[in-house]
Nanobody, 119 residues
Framework: QLVESGGGSVQPGGSLRLTCIFS?????IAWFRQRPGMDRERVAR????????SVAEFARPRFTITQDNAKNTVYLQMNGVKPEDTAMYYC??????????????????WGQGTQVTVS
């Protein structure tokens, strides 16, 4: 199970921190976003045990992904947000033994999403 929080309305140039609390084991957790009228795209991902991280080019260096394994939590820190960052943001995870991918279909578990609006 994945539960996101932290979305909201923010002015351009502002910051938000999204939180994803997960239960169970996984080999990859990712943040995706879906902007109005567009496909879901991966923003960043992290391998919980090894800490390997990847951030989409459009998000660098403004966004960072971190984890707190003790709390089973993954964060997406969003700095310097832009109007084009307006989207529904989702946390997603793969089953144990799975692998990271930019493709949403690879992910087995999804949160309900949290809306980010920049204006």
């Amino acid at each position: 199970q994945l539960v996101e929080s932290g979305g909201g309305s923010v002015q351009p140039g502002g910051s938000l921190r999204l939180t994803c609390i997960f239960s169970g084991s996984t080999d990859c957790i990712a943040w995706f976003r879906q902007r109005p009228g567009m496909d879901r795209e991966r923003v960043a991902r992290i391998v919980p045990d090894g800490g390997s991280i990847s951030v989409a080019e459009f998000a660098r260096p403004r966004f960072t992904i971190t984890q707190d394994n003790a709390k089973n939590t993954v964060y997406l820190q969003m700095n310097g947000v832009k109007p084009e960052d307006t989207a529904m943001y989702y946390c997603a995870a793969v089953r144990p033994g799975g692998f990271c991918s930019t493709k949403p279909a690879v992910y087995d578990y999804w949160g309900q999403g949290t809306q980010v609006t920049v204006s």
